[in-house]
C-alpha cells in the first residue's frame, strides 16, 4: 500500500495537523511504503519572505523528524525540488473543470481573507494537490477534515484523466481519523485550529510555561460539566478530544474521570499532560536545531528515491497524451 501526504511550511506544526495528519503518518510508516512532503508550492499561494522562507521549508523537515517521522521508514522531500509535480500539475489544469475550483470552500475562505491577492494559484491549487497525489500512484492519502474536498477532487481528476486518455493513474482514498480530524481553535472552538490564526494554535514545540497559559485560558462553554457535546459545548468536547488523542484513551474514560469536577481541574490536567507528552518533541526539535547538514542529506535522499517514481508516471503520461 503506498501512502502519500504533505504540509505546508507556514509556520510551526501545531496540535491540529499533529492529530489530524502527522499523528497517522507515524503509525502509516510502520506498515506501508509512505512519502511526505512538504508542500513549498502551494505555500506560495499566500504572501511569503523570500528572504526567510527557505529556513521556514527546513525548519518543517526538522519539526516532521522530531515529531517521529523516520526517515529509514518514510520517503521525505520538497515539492519544488521535484519538477514533475508543477509538469503534472499542468496536464491536470487542461481537464479540470472550472467549476469544480470555484466551488473549494478553502478557495472561498482564502480569498475573503486575502482580498488583496486573490491570485489564480488560490483557484488551482487543488489541481497541484491532485498532481501531488496521482504522481506516486498513491493509494492512501492521511488527511485532517479540511482536505477531504480537495480529496474528492483528486479522484475525479484521475477518473477524467484515465477515462480520456486510458489508465494511468489510481484512484486514491483520503483516510480521515475518527476521532482527531478536525481540532478546534483554543481560543474559538468554532473554528478550526489554523497556521493562519495563531492565537488559537497550540504548537507542538511550545515550552511548558506556554502550554499551561494557552490551555487554562481555552475558551470553554456556559455549564460546569465535562461533557461531550460538540453542538452545545464545542469548547470542552474540543479539549476533550485533545485529551482523549494525547492520553490515548476513549473520550468516556476522560468524562468519567471529571465527571465531578470543574473546568479549571480539568484544564490544570489537561496542561500536565500536554507538558508531558510533548517533551520529547521539543527535546527532538532542539537536538535537530543544530543538525541542518543531516536535515539536508535527508531531504536530499528522498527527493532521489521520490523522483524515480514521479518520473515514471510523467513518461506514461506524456506518451499517453501524445506529447513528444
Ligand atoms: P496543511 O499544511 O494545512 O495541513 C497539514 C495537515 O494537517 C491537517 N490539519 C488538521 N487536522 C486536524 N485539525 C486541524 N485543526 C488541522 N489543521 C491542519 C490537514 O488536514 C493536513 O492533512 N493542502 C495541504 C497540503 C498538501 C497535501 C498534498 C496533503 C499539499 N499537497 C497532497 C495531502 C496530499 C495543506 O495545506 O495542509
Given at each position: 500500500?503506498?501512502?502519500?501526504?504533505?504540509?505546508?511550511?507556514?509556520?510551526?506544526?501545531?496540535?491540529?495537523?499533529?492529530?489530524?495528519?502527522?499523528?497517522?503518518?507515524?503509525?502509516?510508516?510502520?506498515?506501508?511504503?509512505?512519502?511526505?512532503?512538504?508542500?513549498?508550492?502551494?505555500?506560495?499561494?499566500?504572501?511569503?519572505?523570500?528572504?526567510?522562507?527557505?529556513?521556514?521549508?527546513?525548519?518543517?523537515?526538522?519539526?516532521?523528524?522530531?515529531?517521529?517521522?523516520?526517515?529509514?521508514?518514510?520517503?521525505?522531500?520538497?515539492?519544488?525540488?521535484?519538477?514533475?509535480?508543477?509538469?503534472l500539475?499542468?496536464y491536470?489544469?487542461?481537464?479540470?473543470?472550472?467549476?469544480?475550483?470555484?466551488?473549494?470552500?478553502?478557495?472561498?475562505?482564502?480569498?475573503?481573507?486575502?482580498?488583496?491577492?486573490?491570485?489564480?494559484?488560490?483557484?488551482?491549487?487543488?489541481?497541484?494537490?491532485?498532481?501531488?497525489?496521482?504522481?506516486?500512484?498513491?493509494?492512501?492519502?492521511?488527511?485532517?477534515?479540511?482536505?477531504?474536498?480537495?480529496?474528492?477532487?483528486?479522484?475525479?481528476?484521475?477518473?477524467?484523466?484515465?477515462?480520456?486518455y486510458?489508465?494511468v493513474?489510481?484512484?486514491?482514498?483520503?483516510?480521515?481519523?475518527?476521532?482527531?480530524?478536525?481540532?478546534?481553535?483554543?481560543?474559538?472552538?468554532?473554528?478550526?485550529?489554523?497556521?493562519?490564526?495563531?492565537?488559537?494554535?497550540?504548537?507542538?514545540?511550545?515550552?511548558?510555561?506556554?502550554?499551561?497559559?494557552?490551555?487554562?485560558?481555552?475558551?470553554?462553554?456556559?455549564?460546569?460539566?465535562?461533557?461531550?457535546?460538540?453542538?452545545?459545548?464545542?469548547?470542552?468536547?474540543?479539549?476533550?478530544?485533545?485529551?482523549?488523542?494525547?492520553?490515548?484513551?476513549?473520550?468516556?474514560?476522560?468524562?468519567?474521570?471529571?465527571?465531578?469536577?470543574?473546568?479549571?481541574?480539568?484544564?490544570?490536567?489537561?496542561?500536565?499532560?500536554?507538558?508531558?507528552?510533548?517533551?520529547?518533541?521539543?527535546?527532538?526539535?532542539?537536538?535537530?536545531?543544530?543538525?541542518?547538514?543531516?536535515?539536508?542529506?535527508?531531504?536530499?535522499?528522498?527527493?532521489?528515491?521520490?523522483?524515480?517514481?514521479?518520473?515514471?508516471t510523467i513518461k506514461d503520461v506524456r506518451k499517453k497524451m501524445?506529447?513528444?
Amino acid at each position: 500500500m503506498r501512502i502519500l501526504s504533505g504540509i505546508q511550511p507556514t509556520g510551526s506544526i501545531h496540535i491540529g495537523s499533529y492529530s489530524g495528519a502527522i499523528s497517522q503518518w507515524k503509525e502509516l510508516q510502520q506498515i506501508g511504503e509512505c512519502i511526505f512532503f512538504i508542500a513549498d508550492l502551494h505555500a506560495l499561494t499566500v504572501p511569503q519572505e523570500p528572504d526567510t522562507f527557505s529556513k521556514q521549508v527546513l525548519n518543517t523537515a526538522a519539526e516532521l523528524l522530531a515529531a517521529g517521522m523516520d526517515p529509514e521508514k518514510c520517503i521525505i522531500f520538497i515539492q519544488s525540488e521535484i519538477k514533475e509535480h508543477t509538469e503534472l500539475s499542468w496536464y491536470l489544469n487542461t481537464i479540470t473543470p472550472l467549476g469544480e475550483l470555484t466551488r473549494m470552500t478553502q478557495f472561498k475562505e482564502k480569498s475573503q481573507q486575502f482580498k488583496n491577492n486573490i491570485n489564480a494559484g488560490l483557484l488551482t491549487y487543488p489541481i497541484l494537490q491532485a498532481a501531488d497525489i496521482l504522481l506516486y500512484q498513491t493509494d492512501s492519502v492521511p488527511v485532517g477534515k479540511d482536505q477531504k474536498q480537495h480529496l474528492e477532487l483528486a479522484k475525479i481528476i484521475a477518473r477524467k484523466f484515465n477515462q480520456k486518455y486510458g489508465k494511468v493513474f489510481k484512484v486514491p482514498e483520503a483516510l480521515l481519523l475518527e476521532t482527531g480530524a478536525k481540532i478546534m481553535a483554543l481560543n474559538n472552538p468554532k473554528k478550526k485550529m489554523s497556521k493562519s490564526s495563531p492565537a488559537g494554535c497550540l504548537y507542538l514545540f511550545d515550552e511548558p510555561d506556554i502550554i499551561r497559559k494557552k490551555v487554562m485560558s481555552a475558551v470553554t462553554d456556559p455549564g460546569k460539566s465535562i461533557k461531550y457535546d460538540p453542538v452545545k459545548k464545542p469548547g470542552i468536547a474540543n479539549l476533550l478530544t485533545v485529551y482523549s488523542l494525547f492520553a490515548g484513551k476513549p473520550i468516556s474514560q476522560i468524562e468519567k474521570k471529571f465527571g465531578k469536577k470543574g473546568y479549571a481541574e480539568f484544564k490544570k490536567s489537561l496542561a500536565d499532560l500536554l507538558i508531558l507528552k510533548l517533551e520529547p518533541y521539543r527535546r527532538k526539535k532542539k537536538e535537530l536545531q543544530t543538525r541542518e547538514v543531516y536535515v539536508r542529506e535527508i531531504l536530499t535522499q528522498g527527493r532521489k528515491r521520490a523522483e524515480i517514481i514521479a518520473q515514471t508516471t510523467i513518461k506514461d503520461v506524456r506518451k499517453k497524451m501524445g506529447l513528444i
